[in-house]
C-alpha cells in the first residue's frame, strides 16, 4: 500500500507563489506516476499535473501551463508542485494521487491541502 502526505499549502495573494510537497512511502514501487488533483467547492476535481515515476513524462492541463512546475526527487520519494503566477481561481483544495501499476488507476491519495488565493 502506497502512503501520500501533501504540505505546503496555505493564503497566498494572487501574483503569489507556493511549493506543494507529496511524500510518498510503503510500496512505492507499485506506482508508475504521481499525479496533482484540484477540487474547490461545488467544482468537479481537475487533473492539473502528473510526472511518471521512471521516465519523467510530464503533463500539465491547459491551465495551469506555463505557471505550475511538477518535479520530483526519485531518492526521497518526493514530488514536488511549484506555483507561480497565482490566481484567485486556484483556489482548491489540491491532492497527490499515485497512479498503479496494475490497474492504471490513480487509487492512492493523500489527505490534501488546502492553497487559498487572495488579496
Known amino acids: 500500500q502506497v502512503r501520500l502526505v501533501e504540505s505546503g499549502g496555505g493564503l497566498v495573494q494572487p501574483g503569489g507563489s507556493l511549493r506543494l510537497s507529496c511524500a510518498a512511502s510503503g510500496s512505492v514501487f507499485s506506482i508508475n506516476a504521481v499525479g496533482w488533483f484540484r477540487q474547490a467547492p461545488g467544482v468537479e476535481r481537475e487533473f492539473v499535473t502528473y510526472?511518471?515515476?521512471?521516465?519523467?513524462?510530464?503533463w500539465y492541463a491547459d491551465s495551469v501551463k506555463g505557471r505550475f512546475t511538477i518535479s520530483r526527487d526519485s531518492a526521497k520519494n518526493m514530488v514536488y508542485l511549484q506555483m507561480n503566477s497565482l490566481k484567485p481561481e486556484d483556489t482548491a483544495e489540491y491532492s497527490c494521487?499515485?497512479?498503479?501499476?496494475?490497474?492504471?488507476?490513480?487509487?492512492?491519495w493523500g489527505q490534501g491541502t488546502q492553497v487559498t488565493v487572495s488579496p
Open positions: 510526472i511518471s515515476w521512471g521516465r519523467d513524462i510530464i
Open positions: 494521487a499515485g497512479r498503479h501499476i496494475d490497474s492504471g488507476k490513480w487509487d492512492s
